[in-house]
């Protein structure tokens, strides 16, 4: 098959008009300036949340279905949507988990969520902590990352006791 030169011209013409923003991000970074404190905050999602709720059928069909599950697992309809409810509640106790770690003095600060890998993590590095070295702060960041963990897992801990405790209260009541 023979193309020739003008068919191949038109089209890379053509390829040359058409642009694409397919990896460009719409924010690169957004950098705030502090006398104190230097970050970068980059926005990966709109943060939204969770979305709609999408109506995927009726009420009678998600209860058939969840009484079906209940069977399979030996408990009732009623005790099965108590422990999908007790999940939730501690889901988003862990969620709403703020753990701390670090020393404001040393220029390092992490604050993060109970979440495992955590979904909000903030670390903070102040011109203070630049100014240790490279060895400093890497302790020092090490640091303040490991007391955040050890904070959020107590934060898990309690949420798990807080679940525990609510089912307790609700089965007094069925």
């Known amino acids: ?7 191949i011209v038109g089209l890379s013409a053509i390829a040359c008009l058409t642009t694409t923003t397919a990896f460009t991000p719409t924010i690169a970074f957004t950098p705030t300036t502090n006398p104190t404190t230097t970050s970068t905050q980059r926005q990966m999602f709109g943060g939204t949340g969770k ?6 059928g009726t009420d009678d069909e998600k209860t058939a279905q969840d009484t079906q599950i209940a069977a399979a697992m030996g408990m009732s309809l009623e005790e099965y949507q108590l422990g999908m409810q007790a999940r939730m509640k501690m889901e988003q106790d862990i969620s709403d988990i703020r753990a701390s770690g670090g020393d404001a003095a ?7 969520d109970g979440n495992s890998p955590p979904k909000h993590l903030i670390v903070t590095v102040t011109d203070v902590g630049k100014a240790l070295g490279k060895v400093a ?3 020092e960041l ?12 107590k934060g898990r801990e309690d949420a798990q006791k807080g679940m ?10 069925m």
């Open 1 to 7: 098959m023979k193309t020739s030169i003008q068919t």
């Open 51 to 56: 979305g709609l709720a999408i109506d995927d």
């Open 106 to 112: 040393k220029g390092v600060t992490v604050e993060r």
């Open 137 to 139: 702060l890497e302790k």
């Open 142 to 153: 090490v640091s303040a990352l490991a007391g955040a963990t050890d904070a959020s897992k």
């Open 164 to 173: 525990m405790q609510y089912i307790a209260e609700q089965m007094k009541g």
